[in-house]
């Protein structure tokens, strides 16, 4: 399980859901490297959480961590911002100025958003990728900078190539290593452990005591969607231990989209082509609901709709009792 220890770069990624177990163990390779990261995921997922635990773990942790959300940047100055200028470049341009490239000279430069990247820049950022040769806006010379590229987007970059508006080139210098935050609808398992977290965090924050979650409102987190991902959750666990410090909360109480998420008949799975090991998904199923309801095995059984008899019979054939 990750996120047992706050003081390692990667204790805040919560989780013990093989998908996430999996990124985690990638980025902590690549952060032993200094190649060129790419992380990919919706948004919400982690993203920039990630780049920080890279960078943190890095041998360029102590030296400079440069964020650009190029989605963020205005157009008529993302090459000025990125690239830096010359005096009198450009009308305003009183004096000589780094951009964050330079900025991030000797440590880590993250491009959240890189989809979003103007592709008459696209070349120039390549130029820069490949040699680390950067030319600021008015000169005629480049300069040489050392910075680690990582780099964040939660579109499609191989389609956006296929469409000409991303550099095919540009794409297979920054996904050296290619890491892909799983959606939380993927992690199931984690949300218990990540609303604990959030909840603790909170209440602390503020001063306050804990809430919880009952164990009829992570039922119903389970089946939610989750558009908005690890983020959103985030934010429900904030409004809730704000508003209702100390308490338990049920799921009358959660926001109106989760509240009405759980449907009727079709619980969400859908079984994989490659078929599944049943015995494996039951002894996943016996522990998460032991986890769920603090080892209370007649709440575990209500939880996955059995009998206390069946479900301590289920713990002995698996050898869990």
């Known amino acids: 399980m990750f996120g047992s220890d706050n003081n390692d770069a990667f204790g805040r990624l919560l989780g013990s859901a093989p998908a996430i177990e999996s990124v985690i163990r990638t980025a902590q390779i690549a952060a032993a ?191 939610y969607h989750w558009p908005g991902n690890v983020r959103e959750l985030k934010n429900v666990c904030e409004h809730v231990s704000a508003l209702m410090p100390g308490e338990i909360i049920h799921t009358e109480q959660l926001p109106g989209e989760i509240r009405h998420s759980a449907g009727t008949g079709h619980t969400g799975f859908t079984l994989p082509e490659e078929g599944i090991d049943m015995e494996s998904l039951e002894i996943d199923l016996l522990q998460q609901a032991l986890a769920y309801t603090g080892g209370n095995k007649s709440r575990a059984a209500k939880l996955l709709g059995l009998s206390r008899d069946a479900f301590l019979y289920r713990l002995k054939k698996h050898g869990l009792s």
Not at 78 to 87: M, N, R, T
């Open 33 to 223: 490297t200094d190649v060129h990261v790419l992380i990919e995921g919706e948004t919400g997922t982690g993203k920039e959480l990630m780049a920080r635990a890279i960078q943190q773990s890095s041998t360029r942790a102590d030296r400079p961590f440069i964020i650009i959300n190029c989605a963020a940047l205005p157009a008529e100055l993302v090459e000025s911002l990125l690239f830096g200028h010359e005096k009198g470049a450009f009308t305003g341009a009183t004096e000589c100025k780094d951009g964050y490239i330079q900025k991030a000279h000797g440590g880590t430069l993250f491009l959240d958003e890189i989809g979003e990247l103007p592709l008459a820049l696209q070349a120039k950022l390549l130029r820069f990728v490949e040699n680390g040769e950067c030319q600021r806006l008015g000169s005629h010379q480049s300069e040489i900078i050392d910075a680690r590229i990582i780099a964040a987007t939660h579109r499609n970059l191989p389609d956006m190539v296929k469409q000409g508006s991303f550099r095919q080139d540009l794409f297979y210098r920054l996904c050296v290593v290619d890491i892909r935050m799983p959606p939380l609808r993927e992690r199931t398992r984690d949300i218990p452990m990540l609303a604990t977290f959030f909840l603790n965090d909170t209440a602390k924050r503020n001063k306050q005591p804990p809430a919880s979650f009952s164990s009829g409102a992570l039922k119903r987190f389970r089946h």
